[in-house]
């Protein structure tokens, strides 16, 4: 069975300052997504970013980047240049390949409050 | 593009009633819906799993016989919760994939706060 953790339950960053969420996995499969989702106040889940297992190139999304190591299992999600509305409970998932009625495994969450 | 609303956003109801949550999604056609629910400051935990024209398949420990899915529409799936308790009272959030060039992408509606009296 697959698996997400993520070990930051919260983080704190200044506004302007970049900081990085840690994700981890464990799975036996070789074609897979990994996604990070944004869970502000609102409590909407938001798609931040989305990533290929086969595709070495890291995805970006402007301020959101991600660096994966598939050999490590890792898939951190980077945030530059931080703003106020990037607080929220971001969350890392896993997916195996193989069309849209495969499950998302979800990782239990780090809360980022970025601070004025 | 890839909008996903639900509806009602807030329901209270008294127990023993029941309560029909709808899913959409707006701009695309979703072949799966999800139906996860979240506790305070927890991660989601899903319910089930519907294709559109096909029975859902639920999560272990999930009485699908209490809360009912139906899929009817490529753009409509709801979770009615029957004979509602206290302890039904959470966050329930759908989800919908299958949107063309991400089919396997989930996108979530906003979320319905049941409250059970």
């Known amino acids: 069975a697959q698996t997400v953790t993520q070990s930051q339950p919260e983080m704190s960053v200044q506004e302007a300052e970049t900081v990085t969420l840690s994700c981890t996995y464990d799975?036996?499969?070789?074609?897979?997504?990994l996604f990070w989702y944004k869970q502000p106040p609102s409590r909407q889940m938001i798609l931040v970013i989305r990533?290929?297992?086969?595709?070495?190139q890291n995805a970006t999304e402007n301020r959101f980047s991600v660096n994966f190591q598939k050999a490590a299992k890792s898939f951190s999600l980077k945030i530059s240049d931080s703003q106020l509305g990037d607080t929220a409970m971001y969350f890392c998932?896993?997916?195996?390949?193989?069309?849209?009625?495969?499950?998302?495994?979800f990782g239990t969450g780090t809360l980022l409050a970025v601070q004025p | 593009g890839a909008v996903v609303s639900q509806h009602p956003s807030r329901v209270i109801c008294k127990s023993g009633t029941s309560v029909k949550i709808e899913c959409r999604s707006l701009d695309f056609q979703a072949t799966t819906m999800f139906w996860y629910r979240q506790f305070p400051k927890k991660s989601l935990m899903l319910m089930a799993t519907?294709?559109?024209?096909?029975?859902?398949?639920?999560e272990q420990g999930v009485e699908k016989d209490k809360f009912l899915i139906n899929h009817a529409s490529l753009t409509l799936s709801t979770l009615t919760v029957t004979s509602a308790h206290p302890e039904d009272s959470s966050f329930y959030i759908c989800?919908?994939?299958?949107?063309?060039?991400?089919?396997?992408?989930?996108?979530f509606g906003p979320g319905t706060r049941l409250l059970v009296l």
């Open positions: 990533q290929e297992a086969y595709k070495q």
């Open positions: 519907s294709n559109e024209g096909s029975k859902a398949t639920y």
């Open positions: 799975t036996s499969e070789n074609n897979y997504y």
């Open positions: 989800s919908a994939a299958g949107g063309s060039g991400r089919t396997e992408t989930q996108y």
């Open positions: 998932a896993f997916m195996k390949h193989g069309g849209a009625t495969n499950k998302l495994i």
